[in-house]
């Protein structure tokens, strides 16, 4: 009973992501994530069954709505999606009246890796370490690093313990997850052990650099990773994506880079 309602709550999810991701311009509303946050806050658990505007307004808590100009003066609404998973819970815990536990977010990164990369996270990245970018080391690498969306961001930071900063995320996911053991050191200090490529030969799994977002003694400022549409996971405030089209990140890119050893 609980599966089949579950597969009928999905369909009927996916029917709404279509028409808030059909007022999408640039970046849509993953579906995965939603599904994965319904499952872990509603499997096996009574609960009522939803009308079609419970979805809507479910989906609503991922996504901002801003009304746009076209050329000819008339105004039109896009759809943006919430890249803070702390603000789409906010709204989760408001629309439901009830709190998204650490328990439940702590599911929602197993289900959400599982569905969408293949690998189950139950205290590990479930895959052996120093595999290929292509042969399964991006998922390794995910599931490491967004163990720790949400995290806030602490000046010298280095592990969970502590926080992050942005290369002390870096040096800790990266060497946690077996890809590429960093020593904890600076943004330029991951930028200089880098073979630097172009924006569009970058891969998921690169780096991407910024400069001049504080006053660094080195060029280099600030480093998230790369995983592809023209988004970053970083160690912002908190950690999570951001968006490389939108005007400060943009302006402030610095460069594309791959860690030198990490095979093609």
Same mark, same amino acid.
């Given at each position: ?6 597969? /009928?709550?999905?369909?009927? *999810? ?41 979805y809507r307004a ?53 289900? $959400?890796?599982?569905?969408? $990369? ?16 292509? /042969?399964?080391?991006?998922? &390794?690498?995910? +599931? ?6 949400? =995290? ?13 900063? @942005? ?12 890809? =590429?053991? *960093? ?10 052990? @880098? ?6 030969e970058a891969r ?9 977002? =504080? ?38 890119? =610095? +460069?594309?880079?791959?860690? &030198?050893?990490?095979?093609?």
């Open positions: 009973m609980y599966i089949e309602n579950m597969q /009928d709550s999905f369909e009927k *999810l996916d029917g709404v992501l279509n028409e808030i991701n059909g007022m999408a311009e640039a970046e849509e509303v993953d579906p995965y994530q939603v599904k994965a946050i319904f499952y872990a806050l509603f499997f096996g658990k009574e609960y009522p069954r939803m009308d079609e505007g419970d479910f989906a609503d808590c991922f996504v901002e709505y801003e009304e746009r100009e076209d050329e000819e003066g008339e105004t039109y609404t896009v759809v943006v999606p919430i890249q803070s998973l702390n603000m789409v819970y906010g709204n989760l815990a408001a629309e439901l009246n009830q709190e998204v536990s650490l328990e439940d977010k702590t599911n929602v990164q197993r289900i $959400y890796m599982l569905a969408k $990369y293949g690998v189950s996270v139950p205290g590990g990245n479930g895959l052996p370490p120093g595999q290929a970018m292509g /042969d399964g080391s991006f998922s &390794a690498l995910m +599931a490491e690093a967004t163990r720790y969306i949400g =995290y806030p961001y602490v000046w010298g930071g280095s592990s969970p313990d502590t926080s992050f900063d @942005c290369s002390g995320y870096i040096c800790w996911v990266y060497t946690r997850s077996g890809v =590429y053991h *960093l020593s904890r050191t600076t943004a330029q200090g991951i930028y200089d052990q @880098c073979a630097i490529v172009s924006r569009e998921p799994g690169d780096l991407v650099f910024f400069t001049g977002t =504080y006053a660094s003694a080195g060029a280099v400022s600030h480093v998230g990773i790369y995983v592809g549409g023209s988004r970053m996971l970083h160690c912002g405030s908190p950690i999570g994506y951001a968006d490389l089209t939108s005007p400060y990140w943009n302006s402030h890119l =610095y +460069a594309f880079g791959r860690l &030198a050893t990490i095979p093609e």
